[in-house]
C-alpha cells in the first residue's frame, strides 16, 4: 500500500528543510520542491496525500498551482502558508475549497495536526473513489436486460410487475435478479439499495 506525502511547495530552502524535519520527526513521510513548476512535474492525477504550498513563491505562485490543481479536478487537500499580508488571498482560496491555511510564524504542532487532518481525509477520499470505482465495474458487468430488471426491484416492484412490465416470465425475472445480486454481491434488494444509495447510477 502506497503511503501518503505531504507534499512541502516553498521556494526558501530553509522553510521546506524546517518543515521536511518537523514532519518526519512525527512519523509523516515528506517531498518537498522548489517551485510549484517542479511539483507539477512529478504530480499526477488522482494522487493522495496532503500539499502544504507557500502563496508567494517566484516563478508560478502557490494560488495559481492551487488553480491548475482545480482545473483537472484534483481532490488533493490544500493547506496553505501565507504571510500577514497574504490572508485575503488565503480567504478566497478557502471560498475555492482549499482546506486551511496558516499564517507564518507558525505553531509547529498544530501545522502537523492540521496536515495530519488532511492526510486522513485524503485517505478517507481514496477509499471512496476505489468502492466507487468497484460498484462502476460491478454494474458494467450487467447486461441490459440485467439493469431493467434492477432498476426496477429497486423501484420495489415485485417480480410479477416486473414481468408484466417487460414482457418476460416470472421465472425470467428471477433468473435475472439472481444473476444481478450475484454479480453485485448482495443477498436482498435492501443491500443492493444500500450499496447503491451513494451512487450516481
Known sequence: MSVDHVFIVDDDEAIRDALSWLF??????????DSAEAFLKEWRPGQS?????DIRMSGMSGLDLFDRLRDVSSSLPVIFLTGHGD???AVSALKKGAMDFVEKPFNDNELVDRVIE???????RREREADTADIAGRLAALTARERQVMDLVLAGKLNKVIADDLGIT????EV?????????GVKTAVELAQLL?????
Open 49 to 53: 496525500g496532503c500539499l502544504l504550498l
Open 170 to 173: 416470472m421465472r425470467t425475472v
Open 118 to 124: 488532511a492526510l486522513a481525509l485524503s485517505a478517507q
Open 176 to 184: 435475472h435478479r439472481a444473476h444481478v445480486f450475484e454479480k453485485m
Open 197 to 201: 444509495s451513494n451512487y450516481r447510477l
Open 24 to 33: 518526519q520527526s512525527r512519523g509523516v513521510a515528506v517531498k518537498s520542491y
Open 87 to 89: 490572508v485575503p488571498m
